[in-house]
T-cell receptor, first 115, second 112 residues
Framework: NAGVTQTPKFQVLKTGQSMTLQCAQD?????MSWYRQDPGMGLRLIHY???????DQGEVPNGYNVSRSTTEDFPLRLLSAAPSQTSVYFC??????????????FGEGSRLTVL | QKEVEQDPGPLSVPEGAIVSLNCTYS??????FMWYRQYSRKGPELLMY????GNKEDGRFTAQVDKSSKYISLFIRDSQPSDSATYLC????????????FGQGTRLTINP
């Protein structure tokens, strides 16, 4: 009963370093997305994917890259980390849009600190 | 100004009280409205889902949507300490979970 699995749970980076946050889901969901959660700002959409090979930008995409080579995996890459990217990152997945409720299934989050 | 505004609280009430949580929004194209509950250091989970205006009840929880006022509410009756969490409203123009827009979240504490 894994659902959405995110790794790592915690990470500390230095400014300028790069890293990848991993996300995997075992529910055969077509839709996957990445959000960041900051105090007073709520959840903001970074990137999303409606299926393998298809990605698009959300509200706050700058400084992040994504790819979707399989249905199960949706990694988020930080190209050159900045202190402004200190946040809690959530991966979430869902059924396709048609005929389904707005239920996103979230991972437990990855807490990133950039020094 | 954000598309969805939610009072971040924190809100603290005694056990058994009726709790009212609210969101306002500016995008008149929003048709689908959700409430998510997030426990500390966990991911959010869907609590309530409604379409267009009206009320929806599920146990002690009632979701209310007033599209004319661009205002949604979540009421919790007979609140319990286990209801202590952050509650986030979310909205969408289309059916489904694609590109959900979230409010800031309200941190709620129910005191025994």
């Amino acid at each position: 009963n894994a659902g959405v699995t995110q790794t790592p749970k915690f990470q500390v980076l230095k400014t300028g370093q790069s890293m990848t946050l991993q996300c995997a889901q075992d529910m055969n969901h077509e839709y996957m997305s990445w959000y960041r959660q900051d105090p007073g700002m709520g959840l903001r959409l970074i990137h999303y994917s409606v299926g393998a090979g298809i990605t698009d930008q959300g509200e706050v995409p700058n400084g992040y890259n994504v790819s979707r080579s399989t249905t199960e995996d949706f990694p988020l890459r930080l190209l050159s980390a900045a202190p402004s990217q200190t946040s809690v990152y959530f991966c979430a997945s869902s059924y396709p849009a048609s005929g389904r409720s707005g239920e996103l299934f979230f991972g437990e989050g990855s807490r990133l600190t950039v020094l | 100004q954000k598309e969805v505004e939610q009072d971040p609280g924190p809100l603290s009430v005694p056990e058994g009280a009726i709790v009212s949580l609210n969101c306002t929004y500016s995008n008149s194209a929003f048709q689908y409205f959700m409430w998510y509950r997030q426990y500390s250091r966990k991911g959010p989970e869907l609590l309530m889902y409604t379409y267009s205006s009206g009320n929806k009840e599920d146990g002690r929880f009632t979701a209310q949507v007033d599209k004319s006022s661009k205002y949604i509410s979540l009421f919790i009756r007979d609140s319990q300490p286990s209801d202590s969490a952050t509650y986030l409203c979310a909205m969408n123009e289309i059916q489904g979970a694609q590109k959900l827009v979230f409010g800031q979240g309200t941190r709620l504490t129910i005191n025994p």
